[in-house]
T-cell receptor
Framework: EAQVTQNPRYLITVTGKKLTVTCSQN?????MSWYRQDPGLGLRQIYY???????DKGDVPEGYKVSRKEKRNFPLILESPSPNQTSLYFC??????????????FGPGTRLTVL | QQPVQSPQAVILREGEDAVINCSSS?????VHWYRQKHGEAPVFLMI?????EQKGHDKISASFNEKKQQSSLYLTASQLSYSGTYFC???????????FGKGNQVVVIP
């Protein structure tokens, strides 16, 4: 089944404790992206990647890191989480990028709480 | 760089029509529409490319006015299943990424 998976789905952590949220897709998609969703603010892009080893900042990259060593995986790293990073996070992937940006397939979401 | 969506929320009765809008201050290459049900991930509805095209998904259709840099989503003869938050995403000329707006919340009541 074609899908985007995220782990964990729920996470409660404490300020400053490094964490990684994994994202994996099995559709051989080039484009992958991370969004955070907060009430009233919609979907804000954190980072995106157009292909392996190619990543770029979105609208709200501060406090986050990403890597794209393999086509299928795009982990989101919070080196020192803070309470303002409490949010619902979505990973998404699509077949093509840029002006040919195709249908985005979203993962199920990761609800992160930072105490 | 987020597109602007309006109105913020719409409440309508089953069978009524509604229009929600997405506008940008920059020249758009394409507009994407997604719907999110409560507690779920956004789901793709349609993509509109430059050229003023219109598309449809069941009784939901959309238009893209390239000159006005604006897209409208038309909910016709609304059904209870249309309830949710609708997000528009935009790709600008000279840009490689898809940016979403804040969403339009739609509530359809019996």
């Amino acid at each position: 089944e074609a899908q985007v998976t995220q782990n964990p789905r729920y996470l409660i952590t404490v300020t400053g404790k490094k964490l990684t949220v994994t994202c994996s897709q099995n559709m051989n998609h080039e484009y992958m992206s991370w969004y955070r969703q907060d009430p009233g603010l919609g979907l804000r892009q954190i980072y995106y990647s157009m292909n392996v080893e190619v990543t770029d900042k979105g609208d709200v990259p501060e406090g986050y890191k990403v890597s794209r060593k393999e086509k299928r995986n795009f982990p989101l790293i919070l080196e020192s989480p803070s309470p303002n990073q409490t949010s619902l996070y979505f990973c998404a992937s699509s077949r093509e990028t840029g002006r040919r940006t195709d249908t985005q397939y979203f993962g199920p979401g990761t609800r992160l709480t930072v105490l | 760089q987020q597109p602007v969506q309006s109105p913020q929320a719409v409440i309508l009765r089953e069978g009524e029509d509604a229009v929600i809008n997405c506008s940008s201050s920059k020249a758009l290459y394409s507009v994407h529409w997604y719907r999110q049900k409560h507690g779920e991930a956004p789901v793709f509805l349609m993509i509109l490319l430059k050229g003023g095209e219109q598309k449809g998904h069941d009784k939901i259709s959309a238009s893209f006015n390239e000159k006005k840099q604006q897209s409208s989503l038309y909910l016709t003869a609304s059904q209870l299943s249309y309830s949710g938050t609708y997000f528009c995403g935009t790709v600008y000329y000279g840009n490689n990424r898809l940016a979403f707006g804040k969403g339009n919340q739609v509530v359809v009541i019996p």
